[in-house]
């Protein structure tokens, strides 16, 4: 990887595999059941055929965290050594999962009793391109949508190499599902996640031109199809190719035709809005979401998923929301950290910035703290939540004594520049209704960021302004009062403005 991204284009790419893992546990209740009506609610609720818990998901996202994997430690999915460790990875997987597509399992058993016939644990990639093959021979048939759910690291791993990309999302799809068809929908999305990537925009299209003619065709009418129909009108979502139209057709039914494309909530809205009509088209609810998840998160970023999604994800390898960003994150650098560490170091060095021993109570809310980032080493007593508005290390999170799920880390960056922050408005919000929830459920909550000087006190002053029903400006000089350093910065102050 040789790119050199924004911060923006970083945040889309943070929310590729955040976005696979909404879809995926949000549509997991509801699998194999038929669409759902308007007037009912799509939630992570859990339960469903498998049993799930809220939040968790599901064979979608641990097959691609298996690619993550190995794309996040910067290894070339053209090696043998790369492909042969996600055959591994997924081949162990498989064993400890209750839910694997057919098509899946049938390749992985063949692969794996493949391998041990010559003495080996497990499988290679050779193993399962021969099963697949053997598969398809047997049955006539291997287009299901298994390899389309997984394929989005495939697009962070080459977002500098579109041909690339196009070859190896052939040949990763080509060791489950040697259809020809799977492979091409792979590609396509690819392409497309590629593309919402580095331009922020959507553009199925323009993949078309990587196919055969005569392909391109035929691909250019299915999505004229679903461009034109809603999810539940693709009823077979099982096979790839309507999978890909019901994702396609809950992205496209759900976008605002005249969207403003300086507002900082519609983005969030329609990544919510999408998922959930992905979920409403019914059946294979949990694929068609996540595969729509790692488009629209693509698009819009790890900074547009809700923080009530954020707070109960978790699946398969008992990873959490942060370590997908990881994932992605690590992906798009090749392997690499930031200079300060973030996001695959043990803690965040924060040590050339003074004063981060700030604490106080809210001066609205007895039940919120308010600090900089050295509260986190020895939280106020009573304290079992934490929302951070700052990079932290994997060793900071969750901080101690709280568990895991009560650690919400906030994707927002301290820069007065707008642009750094595209979904500014709403990460706020957010935020201040994530702390409302947290009270609401009785916790104690730290709110803090690196100093306590500018993100902090702008959350602060909205949660502040829920509560007393003042404006947010209003409510910000109060916060000044117990934080008597705080100076948010321009973008913050004009947010507070907007949001009043």
Known sequence: MSLSLTTAQVDRAAGVLLGIACGDALGAPYEF????????????????????????????TSMAIAIAEVTAEGLSLDTVAARDRIAARWARWATEAND?????????????????????????????????????????????????????PIALAYL???????????EISATTHHDREAGEACA?????????????????????????????????????????????????????????????????????????????????????GALEAAVRGGYDTDTVAAIAGALVGGLYGASAVPAQWRRQLHGWPD??????????????????????????GARMDYSDYKDCAALARHPHDEGVWLGGVDALVNLPDGVDTVVSLCRLGNAEVPAQGVAAGDHLEVWLIDEPDRDNNPNLDFVLTDAAAAVTALRAEGKTVLLHCVQAQSRTPAVAALYGARLTGRTATSALADILDVLPKANPNRALLAALDRLG
């Open 319 to 344: 990873l959490r929301a942060r370590d997908l960003v990881r994932l992605g994150v690590m992906t798009v650098r090749g392997g690499h950290r930031d200079s300060a560490g973030w996001p695959a």
């Open 33 to 60: 059941g038929p669409p759902l009506r308007p007037d009912i609610e799509v939630t992570m609720k859990g339960g469903g055929s498998f049993g799930w818990s809220p939040g968790e998901w599901t064979d979608d």
């Open 100 to 152: 694997v597509g057919l098509q899946t399992r049938s390749v992985l058993s063949a692969a794996t009793r493949a391998a041990r016939s010559r003495g080996e644990v497990a499988p290679t990639a050779g193993d399962l391109r021969l099963a697949a093959d053997t598969h398809h021979v047997a049955s006539g048939r291997s287009a299901g949508n298994g390899s389309l759910m997984r394929t989005a």
């Open 188 to 272: 396509l999305w690819c392409l497309a996640i590629r593309h919402a990537v580095l331009h922020g925009t959507l553009d199925l299209r323009r993949g078309l031109e990587y196919l055969p003619e005569d392909r391109a065709s035929v691909w250019a009418a299915r999505l004229d199809d679903a461009e034109s129909s809603g999810p539940a009108d693709f009823p077979h979502n099982g096979w790839v190719v309507q999978a890909l139209q019901g994702a396609w057709s809950a992205i496209t039914v759900t976008a605002l035709a005249d969207r403003d494309p300086s507002s900082s909530t519609e983005g969030p809205a329609h990544f919510r």
């Open 160 to 170: 500098d190499d579109p041909i690339a990309l196009v070859r190896v999302a052939h």
